[in-house]
């Protein structure tokens, strides 16, 4: 189906390299949001985009995080210089409006694993 | 912090109705109520929001009471598949971050 797309499904990283997430929202919806997963507990937000602008960070938790979705599309989550820290799912959801009364689809998430 | 209390876990047979009730006595008037499910290595799973009113969809019922203080998804037959955490949301009022919390793990057994 035309879901939440997310890539890759799995990452293992050496601490210090830089990574790379994707994620592709369902067609036409506006609204863009990242998620942390940390082993055992809940998602806990990121950030939030809305076509293209970045319009919450809040959630980032160091500078070496930053998120980008140039185009009102495709999103992009880098990790700079990773820590072990770092090692989590990260989740992407897109909704049609920011809206509260709209729901957020998320992907399947990336497992990120730092060595 | 989450908005909500939830009971830890939950076990419920195969074919019977799963009630999960959720707390959430600080619930501003123009906020949702969520709920979310997530099955093991997947994303969270989207069931069902409301307001003030009952709502009912293809998955599951969702009870609000009148005071808007405390709600019940009901699973009506719940399967084996229906094994996973449901969370229970009250989305900001900014009407962006879901706040999740731990959620209640649902146990279903034959």
């Known amino acids: 189906g035309a879901g939440v797309s997310q890539s890759p499904r799995y990452k293992v990283a050496k601490r210090g390299q830089d990574v790379a997430l994707r994620c592709d929202p369902i067609?036409?919806?506006?609204?863009l949001f990242w998620y942390q997963q940390a082993l055992g507990q809940g998602p806990e937000f990121l950030t939030y985009?809305?076509?293209?602008?970045?319009?919450?960070k809040s959630g980032l938790p160091s500078d070496r995080f930053f998120a980008e979705r140039p185009e009102g599309s495709v999103s992009t989550l880098k990790i700079q210089r990773t820590q072990q820290e770092d090692s989590a799912v990260y989740l992407c959801a897109s909704s049609l409006h920011s809206q509260s009364n709209q729901p957020q689809h998320f992907g399947d998430g990336t497992r990120l694993s730092i060595l | 912090d989450a908005k909500t209390t939830q009971p830890t876990s939950m076990d419920c047979a195969e074919g019977r109705a799963a009630n999960l009730p959720c707390n959430h006595s600080t619930i501003s008037g123009n906020e949702y109520v969520y709920w979310y499910r997530q099955i093991h290595s997947q994303g969270p799973q989207y069931i069902i929001h409301?307001?003030?009113n009952n709502e009912t969809n293809e998955m599951a019922s969702l009870i609000i009471t009148e005071d808007r203080k405390s709600s019940t998804l009901i699973l009506p037959h719940a399967t084996l598949r229906d094994t996973a955490v449901y969370y229970c949301?009250?989305?900001?009022?900014?009407?962006?971050?879901?706040?999740f919390g731990k959620g209640t793990t649902l146990s279903v057994s034959s």
């Open positions: 409301g307001l003030k």
């Open positions: 067609s036409g919806h506006v609204s």
């Open positions: 985009f809305q076509n293209e602008a970045q319009l919450d």
């Open positions: 949301i009250v989305r900001d009022q900014a009407g962006t971050a879901l706040i």
